[in-house]
């Protein structure tokens, strides 16, 4: 995130210390990250669990098949996570070498494209000129806002997808580690019980978070990972219920 040198501003030290401290914003890749390894990791394995709870009742295959499913799912995520960046990072750099070639071989074309950007946020006469005019005298500026304003799309640091993808992975081993937890300590019957509320409130808490440190209502957000991260678990039980293993004569 950019940061600005506010020291020669005429603006009040409160409002750059509410700006900065008190309601800052927020690094959205880093809590996105989080929850994408923390509910994958938590709901994946939960399923599979559950599945083999219904389908065995042993205690000893749920926990090798729960453990497994554990570091399997954290190092396929964390490799998704590294090579999603790259890949970001190199659809970012094609689409901007597009774009210079663009601005070289049909410049006025792409002006016309400026123009009709900051028409549409209401700009018009010769301020609207005068802002096209100095934002293509300059091709780094221009194919800049072409990126942002036209095709949607930031920059990404490629020395993040290493960060990416331990974040991601620490995360997910965490998540997947939660609902195993109630059947080291408690038969397998009640274990299935106490994994879904556990792994339940976990999933409503992390929602909360969520919507509190971005948009939303933390309850409503909070429900809808709840429920939908649950829902999609139990199909790994209802699998489970369905190929039961044969109890042994």
Not at 54 to 65: H, K, R
């Amino acid at each position: 995130m950019k940061e600005f040198d506010f020291s020669n501003a005429d603006i009040h030290s409160d409002e750059i210390d509410h700006h900065s401290s008190k309601d800052p914003h927020q690094q959205a890749s880093a809590l996105s990250d989080i929850i994408l390894g923390g509910q994958d990791g938590l709901v994946n394995v939960l399923g599979i669990i559950l599945g083999l709870a219904a389908a065995t009742g042993d205690t000893y295959v749920i926990m090798v098949g729960g453990l497994a499913a554990t570091f399997a799912e954290s190092v396929s995520m964390a490799a998704v996570a590294y090579t999603s960046t790259l890949a970001d990072a190199d659809y970012y750099e094609s689409e901007r070498e597009r774009e210079y070639r663009h601005i070289q071989e049909v410049p006025n074309l792409e002006k016309e494209e400026i123009r009709a950007i900051y028409r549409a946020k209401g700009f018009a006469g010769d301020l609207l000129e005068r802002i096209v005019n100095t934002i293509t005298s300059s091709p780094d500026v221009w194919v800049a806002v072409m990126m942002s304003e036209e095709l949607q799309l930031q920059p990404v640091n490629r020395r993040t997808a290493l960060r990416s993808a331990i974040i991601v992975g620490i995360a997910a081993i965490i998540g997947s580690l939660i609902p195993l937890i109630p059947f080291v300590f408690a038969p397998v019957s009640l274990s299935i019980i106490l994994s879904i509320g556990l792994s339940t409130l976990v999933l409503f808490i992390v929602g909360a978070i969520k919507a509190h440190m971005t948009v939303g209502h933390p309850g409503k957000s909070g429900l809808e990972m709840a429920v939908i991260g649950t829902l999609s678990a139990l199909i790994g039980y209802a699998v489970g219920v369905v190929l039961r293993v044969p109890a042994t004569p």
